[in-house]
């Protein structure tokens, strides 16, 4: 089956990052899988758009993510714009935010969607020091859409992040997968 997910931030806060993550997980369990991002000459702090599509079968499509499965939005400045714009039907909505999941339906005018959240600034602070969610979200991502084993987002994230960074990133992701909350 092809999942298509649809990751929402700002320049600087990981979204190509973890979009990579998740997709190097997938691949490391055999998925095929594209990971890709949609900006041009933005600076930091300009809202980007990450992509990832992961399948059991070889990947045909090489177009942007325009009907995504799910949508992952690491910047909560941005639920007041057009996130599920595009979401496929029965789609799932992951957001970091304090507010509650009923709340964001309301707020996205989604009513068939599956949406959570989970306070991943709160975690990140917490744990890293620093507003940097990428990681908790992925956490999240894999509690309510187990696309890839936990054990293999793990692998990642200590190859990617060395040392005590590492195992920082893996504490928020646990605490966020701990933490998530869904409609």
Do not use: C
Request: hydrophobic share 40%.
């Amino acid at each position: 089956m092809l999942m298509e997910i649809r990751w929402h931030g700002r320049g600087g806060q990981g979204i190509v990052s973890v979009s990579r993550l998740l997709a190097d997980a997938a691949l490391s369990e055999k998925k095929h899988v594209q990971s890709f991002p949609e900006f041009g000459p933005e600076r930091s702090g300009a809202p980007i758009r990450g992509f990832t599509r992961i399948s059991d079968e070889p990947i045909s499509i090489h177009s942007q993510i325009y009907n995504p499965n799910i949508v992952v939005v690491v910047d909560p400045t941005l639920l007041g714009t057009n996130v599920a714009s595009g979401l496929a039907e029965n789609g799932t909505i992951v957001a970091n935010t304090e507010r509650k999941p009923d709340e964001l339906k309301k707020t996205l005018l989604v009513h068939n969607a599956h949406v959570y959240s989970v306070d991943a600034r709160r975690i990140a602070l917490d744990v890293l020091g620093r507003p940097i969610y990428n990681t908790a979200m992925l956490g999240a991502l894999i509690k309510v859409a187990p696309i890839t084993s936990f054990e293999s987002i793990e692998k990642v994230i200590r190859a990617r992040f060395a040392g005590a960074l590492g195992e920082k990133n893996v504490e928020a992701m646990k605490r966020a997968y701990e933490e998530v909350v869904g409609s």
